[in-house]
């Protein structure tokens, strides 16, 4: 290379491939380290929590036989070092251990459990998204007018209902009122399609029109900023009319909120499902949780921790990808 190339060559050119390969890496170990740290958390508070676990599950009348044996189960009879290596140890052979309460393998468990949740969750976002497009968009298209003072109304006064509430509400209607639909239970869609969508229906509408709000909210706001934007402008300078812009030209940037909120509902969904997974007697994730919180079950519950960590730095990492794909100034800012 001469010398003038050198000189031509633009400062910092040479550092490019590392900051390209620490751009990428940076997400990915940071997801590694938080997971890492959540799994820490959930093997070490056993260990670390005031009291007796085992007194705590059976009760003041436990024998010591029963004691020991629960200890056992749960590796207190050894350092917390040594059971937490363990446990990473058999996790990384798909051994998360035993339940507590029944005995059963609790990877059996959440391979049946997981399908179930994650079938509610993706119903429910469905629900949640085929309500707040047409309606954020209709918003947009005439802010201000009736439809639009409509909207951001009822947006308001349903985030106030609570889930619970919902969720008796289409039972009643649904189940009491019409008997169209069956109040609780659960049918896989293997057994039987038409009876899985049939008990689907109530849990997935209560999941999704507490979401609809909040998705129609966040997606009313940000179409209404991208149309202020200068390449909005010059495109109705040509004649594009507000209806073609907003499919053709705001709708895809101003998705980006969106897909922040559908990967944080990933994370979060453990936490809804718990309520309506009880309310509609849905065998899922969320309703194994709180059975396995009531029982003090601690295998469970450190097995369901780390799966639902999984979900959230795997969904994390999803959505950072896809903004890069709906938004590319975004992967061009961190080269």
């Known amino acids: 290379m001469t010398t003038a190339a050198v000189k031509a060559a633009p400062p910092g050119a040479a550092h490019r491939p590392a900051a390209r390969l620490w751009g990428a890496a940076g997400p990915v170990g940071r997801a590694g380290a938080a997971l890492l740290l959540v799994t820490l958390g959930a093997l070490w508070l056993p260990h670390v929590m005031p009291g007796s676990p085992a007194l705590a599950a059976l009760g003041p009348t436990a024998t010591p036989e029963q004691v020991t044996a629960y200890e056992a189960g749960l590796g207190l009879d050894d350092n917390v070092f040594t059971a937490t290596w363990r446990w990473l140890g058999d996790a990384l052979h798909g051994d998360l251990g035993h339940s507590l309460t029944s005995g059963a393998a609790v990877t059996s468990e959440l391979a049946d459990r997981i399908p179930v949740t994650l079938e509610l969750f993706l119903a429910g976002q469905l629900v949640a998204l085929c309500i707040a497009l047409p309606v954020a968009l209709l918003s947009a298209w005439r802010p201000g007018g009736k439809l639009d003072r409509v909207a951001t109304a009822g947006a308001f006064v349903w985030l106030a209902v609570p889930g619970f509430v919902l969720g008796l509400l289409l039972i009643w209607l649904a189940a009491v009122q019409l008997r169209i639909l069956p109040a609780t239970g659960w049918t896989p869609f293997t057994e039987d399609p038409v009876e899985n969508l ?13 979401e609809a709000a909040v998705f129609t909210r966040t997606l009313r706001g940000q179409l209404l900023d991208t149309l202020d934007q200068t390449y909005i402008a010059a495109a109705r300078s040509r004649g594009m009319g507000t209806g073609r812009l907003l499919l053709r030209r705001a709708l895809r940037p101003s998705s980006l909120p969106l897909v922040t909120l559908i990967g944080i509902g990933i994370g979060t969904s453990l936490g809804g499902s718990v309520l309506v997974e009880t309310l509609f007697a849905v065998p899922g994730l969320g309703s194994f949780a709180a059975g396995a919180i009531n029982a003090r079950d601690f295998p469970v519950i450190q097995a369901v921790v780390v ?26 800012d961190h080269r």
């Open 198 to 210: 049939r008990h689907l229906v109530l849990p997935a509408l209560t999941l999704g029109l507490t």
């Open 307 to 332: 799966v639902s960590a999984t979900a959230v730095v795997a969904a994390t990492l999803v959505v950072d990808l896809l903004y890069r794909t709906l938004d590319p100034r975004i992967a061009h």
